[in-house]
Every structure is written in C-alpha cells, then in structure tokens.
C-alpha cells in the first residue's frame, strides 16, 4: 500500500474526520494525541469511536489512529475505541524510544485481538539514536520523522533550511530502509507556504523519504505529486530495464540507456519508480 500523504485530522473534531477521506490522502490519521488539548482527550476518545463505529464512514485507502505515548495513556485510548478498533489499519506510536515502545503497544493490540501496523513515531533524541533497532522489531511497519518534537527535546531552533535536524532526519530514512519498511517525513509547519511544502517534499523524495506526513487538506496533493513519478522518471525506468533484459540475454552486466552507464544501484532505482508509480495508480 502506498503512503505518500499521511493527514493528520483532530480526534475532537467529527465533522473533520468524517471529511478527511476526501482530502485525496493515501492514510487518514485520527489524531489523539498533539492535535487535541489534555482536557478534551475523553471526548476525543469517543468521538472516534462514535465515527468508526459508524457503517457509513467511508474511510480512506489506509486508516490510522495516533494514540498517546505507550503506557497508561496509551491503553485508554485503546480501551475507550474497544469494539470501533477492528476498522483501524494503522496505529501511529508518538515519542518512540525505544524497541520496546513497539514492543508493548503490539502486545496491547494483540491483547484487544486488533491485527494494526504500527508506524513509530520518531521525535525525540532517544528515538532518533535507537531508530535502527525500533525498525527492527518485527510490528514496525514504518518510521516517521517528526521534527518539531525532536527539535523542541534538543532544544535546537528550527530554521527554513532544516539544517539543525537534517542528521536525525538522514538517519530514520536509514534505519526504516536498513529494515525494509516505509519512512515518512516530517510535517511542513506552514499551511499557507505551498511552494516551500513542495520544496521540502522533494527534498524528502531525494532523501528516499516514502511519504510525507500533512496538518491540512490544502498540502495533500502537493505531497501526492512530489511522490508520485512524473512520466519522464516512468518513461527512463522502463528503458532502463527492457534494456536490462537485453543486456541480461546477452551475459552483460552493465549497459548503456540515454548514454548513460546502467548498473544494479540505477536498475534498482528503475524498479522502485514503476513500483512507487504503479501503486500511485492504485
């Protein structure tokens, strides 16, 4: 399943989590954790619920439900959704630290009998130095990058560039492919700033970022462009590999498309965009 736009939506907030799945995004996320102020957790809780529940929700590719840090918190959100679970596809874990972060939301939902991904939310210093093993545990399906957090727990000041985070941010995009799962990134603070949205997600996709996590309905289709191949990166990677199977037929290893050197990094870039474009279609 692809995840190039992940939208974050109140869990407060019915009338926007009924209209979320029409944003465009590839995964809706519930929020009920940063977007909803500590006295409206426990309506927030059975606001989402109440929509789950609801048979004619019509959610969208993915849905996902960030809870509250893993703990007693954690098992109260879970606990309050109860019978509405079994529509989640997801559970996104906030300020992961560790591998047995995962560890024990996966044995909460294996407890409430709730088959979900768990996407780790990577935001704080411990996470980012441990992000390699939080990868590894086997109900991780996908770090995400956050760096809002994580540059609030470094007490580091946030700038245009990203520069103050950009090793964090390099090194999650690592540890998720080291693992063979999806890396998202970070959210764009600024709604207003599309073109600045674009820039970063493209900055994202060179990363070898997979997604890219959204705050309002205005940035989804930004993010779903920046993923998506556009027809010239299509049209090179099918070249790529009809050339391959004729280099392949006559026991050559390397070839050339374009007047360019082909070899096994440059095929498999070939392959992940069909993939990414065909699962875009999809």
Known sequence: MVRRSLLFTPGDRPEMLRKAPGSGADVIVFDLEDAVAPERKGEA???????LRDPDFDPAPELCVRVNSVGVAAAVDL???GDALPAVDAVMLPKVRRPDDVRTLARLLDERDVDADVLALIEVADGVLEARDIAAVDATDALVF????????????RTDEGTEVLYAREHVVLAASAAGIDAIDTIHADIEDVEGLRETARFAVQLGYDGKLAIHPGQVDPINDAFTPDEAEVEWAERVLEAKEAAD????GVFKVDGEMIDAPLIERAR???ERAAASEG
Do not use: H, K, M, Y
């Open 79 to 81: 606990d309050v959704l």
């Open 249 to 252: 037929a006559e026991g050559r």
């Open 272 to 274: 992940r965009i069909l």
């Open 146 to 157: 956050g760096a809002e957090d994580l540059a609030a727990d470094l007490g580091a000041t």
């Open 45 to 51: 809780r059975e606001i989402v619920a109440d929509v």
